[in-house]
Structure formats: C-alpha cells, structure tokens
C-alpha cells in the first residue's frame, strides 16, 4: 500500500489520514516523554504494547456501550479509528491521590479520595496542560455545558469499567486521562472517548505490593518502563507466550 498522508504528530503517536472517509489510522511511536517533554527517551517495544492495551480497553468500552474511536487494530503499530472533531480538554478521573493532585493539595500519595474526581486540564504543551474549571471552559468556549455534563459521565464511567478490569488482574487504577472527542450523525453531535488508554494515560499499581506499572516508573527513573508494561499486558493475556522479552537481547531480523 502507498505510504499514507501523515496528518499530525504527536509526542507518543503519529495520526494518518485513513482508507476511507470518517476514519484515520493511529500509530504508536516507541517515544516517551514526561514534564512536558523536557525528559524524554526511546523505549523499545512501548508502542507495540500500547497499540494492543488501548485496543484491549477500548474494545470493551465498546462492548458495554461506552462509545470509543477505536475501529480495529491493523498491525504491531497502527490502528483503525474514527476521526473526531477533539475536544482541547484532558479529562483526569481520580481515586486514589497521586501527582500532581498530591503536590497541589498536599495529601500523601496514596490517600484513598473520597470519591472519584474528575478534573479538565486544558491541553497546552506551552502553558504545561493547566488545571482548568468549567467556569474557564464555558467562558471561553472550550466546551458547553451538555459537553461538560457528558464528558463527566464518559469519566465516570470508563472509571468504573476500567477500574474493575484493572482489579480482576490485581491492579489498583489510582487515577487516568482520556480525551474525547465530537462526531458528528445527521443533526445531533455525540462525544466519544478518543487518544489512548494505556499505561502512559493511567496510574496502575499492584495491589499487594504498590509495585508502579506505568509511566511513573519513567517520570521517576523507577526501572525499566517497558518490562512494567509487559507485565500488564501479560496480566490481560495481550502477550503470546514464546513472545521475546520487552528488555533484554534483540533478535536481528
Ligand atoms: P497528574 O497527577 O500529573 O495530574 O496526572 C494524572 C493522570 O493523568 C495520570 O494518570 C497521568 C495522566 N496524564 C497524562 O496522561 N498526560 C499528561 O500530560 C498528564 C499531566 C497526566
Ligand atoms: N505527557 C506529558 C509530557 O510529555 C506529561 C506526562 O505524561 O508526564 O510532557
């Protein structure tokens, strides 16, 4: 096939244009970036495992009626997704305290909330993604209130879904991002949760020895980031078995 026409490059992913109209094809790039990409580092082997987590979890959005862009996986690297209008927002659910809710507030990293918090950040690589409040997102127009109102629940919910996946493989899901985007059918407009849902987006720690298996383990030089991926997607079955480790000797080929 002809080389796509590439449409926008991200940090972590490439956008193509897509094999047919409403669609686009997502690549994950192995590059991590943290602290508004002032540390960053090529870690073989992230974006063959993000591509098959987020199609993991978005799959099951899918499935439970939580609307996602997700089409279908292609290849290692690319997947198929629907193209949205995206909302600049990042939406962040909470349970646990962590970051930068823990920096900004105070409260020890690990604090159960108590209950789950949403949060926008406007996204802004120059201004560091800042904190934003609805009264900021109306006034300027980022979003409308039916959007405010809609992006709380898709939170909400993908909180709960996500949540109970990560427990029945014996992960806590301390906080995520998502991003979401509008798609237009006839007159009405629906939003859909878009990006990616992986390690990257989420805090996941193992439930019995607090064990970080996300991208904290590189924000705080915490060993090796993709060994913690691999580990997660073992725990979902994501990874064949004679597969060769994430770290480690290479086979040439
Ligand atoms: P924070 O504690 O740094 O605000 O991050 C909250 C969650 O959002 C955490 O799971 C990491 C995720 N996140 C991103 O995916 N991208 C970002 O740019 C930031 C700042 C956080
Ligand atoms: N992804 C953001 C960056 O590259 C921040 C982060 O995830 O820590 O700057």
């Not at 927002?89 to 690990?110: C, D, K």
């Not at 991003?179 to 939003?191: A, H, K, N, T, V």
Request: hydrophobic share 40%; with cysteine.
């Amino acid at each position: 096939m002809a080389r796509r026409k590439k449409l926008y490059e991200g940090k972590a992913k490439i956008l193509y244009e897509g094999p047919e109209p409403g669609t686009l094809v997502q690549y994950f790039k192995d590059d991590a970036t943290a602290f508004n990409a002032e540390k960053r580092a090529k870690i073989e082997g992230k974006g063959v495992l993000n591509n098959r987590m987020s199609e993991h979890f978005m799959t099951g959005l899918n499935a439970i009626g939580v609307p996602t862009h997700f089409i279908r996986r292609l290849n290692m690297r690319e997947q198929l997704i629907r193209s949205v209008e995206m909302i600049p927002l990042e939406v962040v659910v909470r349970n646990v305290a962590a970051g930068s809710i823990s920096t900004r507030l105070g409260m020890e990293e690990g604090t159960a909330l108590p209950r789950p918090i949403v949060e926008f950040y406007l996204k802004d690589d120059k201004l560091g993604d800042p904190l934003v409040t609805d009264e900021h997102i109306l006034a300027f127009n980022w979003a409308t209130q039916q959007d405010l109102d809609d992006m709380v629940a898709l939170g909400l919910r993908v909180n709960d879904f996500m949540s109970g996946l990560m427990y029945g493989v014996g992960i806590r899901l301390i906080d995520f991002k998502i991003e979401i985007g509008r798609i237009f059918e006839g007159d009405y407009q629906r939003l859909i949760v878009a990006d990616e849902i992986s390690p990257d987006s989420c805090r996941l720690w193992d439930a019995k020895s607090g064990q970080k298996l996300d991208k904290d383990v590189f924000r705080r030089d915490l060993g090796n980031l993709a060994d913690a991926y691999t580990e997660v997607a073992n725990r979902f079955g994501l990874i064949p078995k004679n597969a060769p480790p994430a770290s480690g000797p290479k086979l040439v080929n």
